[in-house]
T-cell receptor, first 109, second 115 residues
């Protein structure tokens, strides 16, 4: 089965760096993906890690350590528009994507 | 290229009524999904399809039925709506599944209220 844990809420200041953690207890898992969802909107794909280590895409980076059953999303140079919910989802198993409950990020001035 | 389109965007039902939510994708994706989202619960998978003519149960399938008669369409039905089915419903599609490069494309959602 799958069990994912993310912090429910995170608050950070505009221009700062924030890390959103995701821990999991999942069998047959090979990678981790991240989705962003603004209030009233649909989830949109952000990034995925198929291998251990750090993947960078502009201001966003994602890290995975399969041996530690742990990953995180790193957002740099925070902007007000980054206020949203962020979901992690394990990849590569024999079931469709199951999402964590999400982390609500609030960026304040 | 519209991506994933859901209709309707909003609907109010009375307990016991039935309805069908339609999802259409124009990306020739093989895989399609229905999720529901409730406050504090994240996205939960209702049913999914791995190809035309196939359907399978997800985490919370009770009270719902689905059909995938055409590759581009995935229908979600509620035969007898209950207040517990008040939620936001999202349809999604993907080119690959059960793979490390899986990427879901979501529709804009349907807000359903059952009174």
């Amino acid at each position: 089965g799958q069990s994912l844990e993310q912090p429910s809420e995170v608050t950070a200041v505009e221009g700062a760096i924030v890390q959103i953690n995701c821990t999991y207890q999942t069998s047959g898992f090979y990678g981790l993906s991240w989705y962003q969802q603004h209030d009233g909107g649909a989830p949109t794909f952000l990034s995925y890690n198929a291998l251990d280590g750090l993947e960078e895409t502009g201001r966003f980076s994602s890290f995975l350590s399969r041996s530690d059953s742990y990953g995180y999303l790193l957002l740099q140079e925070l902007q007000m528009k980054d206020s949203a919910s962020y979901f992690c989802a394990p990849l590569g198993g024999n079931t469709p994507l199951v999402f964590g409950k999400g982390t609500r990020l609030s960026v304040i001035a | 290229n519209a991506g994933v389109t859901q209709t309707p965007k909003f609907r109010v039902l009375k307990t016991g009524q039935s309805m069908t939510l339609l999802c259409a994708q124009d990306m020739n994706h093989e895989y399609m999904y229905w999720y529901r989202q409730d406050p504090g619960m994240g996205l939960r998978l209702i049913h999914y399809s791995v190809g035309e003519g196939t359907t399978a149960k997800g985490e919370v399938p009770d009270g719902y039925n689905v059909s995938r008669l055409k590759k581009q369409n995935f229908l979600l039905g509620l035969e007898s709506a209950a207040p517990s089915q008040t939620s936001v419903y999202f349809c999604a599609s993907s080119l690959t599944a059960f793979a490390t490069n899986e990427k879901l494309f979501f529709g804009s959602g349907t807000q359903l209220s059952v009174l």
